[in-house]
């Protein structure tokens, strides 16, 4: 599978392909009831787009220290949640109208943070050493692919 992508991301076009590419990946992938790509825009995260069961953030930006996927760039690490209405991570007005139960997310570093790519689930879930490695082998795809398109990036500049 991960073959494959990293060969559809190589030949994507635009960053509106690559931005396909990776959501529908990480989605199908890890079997998950929605997945968002988000791109680090100076202080705030901006869910630049999403595969998911109902609308979630797509389009909308956050302050990053405020933001489970900022939490995981800042942190330079993958983080999986079982149940995110017990994490004090997240921003529980945020989650609490959506159907988000648990969840994956992992930062794009090029050597810094770029960005981070979630997975999400209506039920509690375990994430798997598996799950865990396959997304985090996406987002590396992912670096190498929006390195590609830097115009069309947010601006960039982590404050953390």
Not at 25 to 40: D, E, K, Q, Y
Request: glycine share 6%; charged share 20%.
């Amino acid at each position: 599978m991960l073959e494959t992508t990293t060969e559809r991301l190589a030949g994507a076009a635009t960053l509106e392909e690559v931005q396909r590419v990776v959501r529908t990946t990480a989605r199908s992938a890890l079997v998950a009831h929605g997945a968002t790509l988000v791109l680090l825009d100076g202080d705030l995260c901006y869910y630049a787009d999403e595969d998911s069961m109902s609308p979630l953030w797509k389009g909308q930006r956050f302050p990053a220290v405020n933001c489970i996927s900022g939490w995981a760039m800042m942190n330079r690490q993958t983080v999986a949640i079982r149940d995110v209405r017990f994490d004090s991570r997240i921003p529980q007005e945020a989650y609490r109208p959506t159907f988000v139960r648990s969840l994956l997310m992992a930062p794009i570093l090029r050597p810094e943070p770029i960005g981070a790519i979630g997975c999400y689930w209506a039920v509690p879930h375990t994430a798997t050493a598996a799950e865990t490695e396959t997304l985090e082998s996406l987002a590396r795809a992912a670096g190498d692919a929006l390195e590609r398109f830097p115009e069309g990036l947010p601006v960039r500049g982590f404050i953390g």
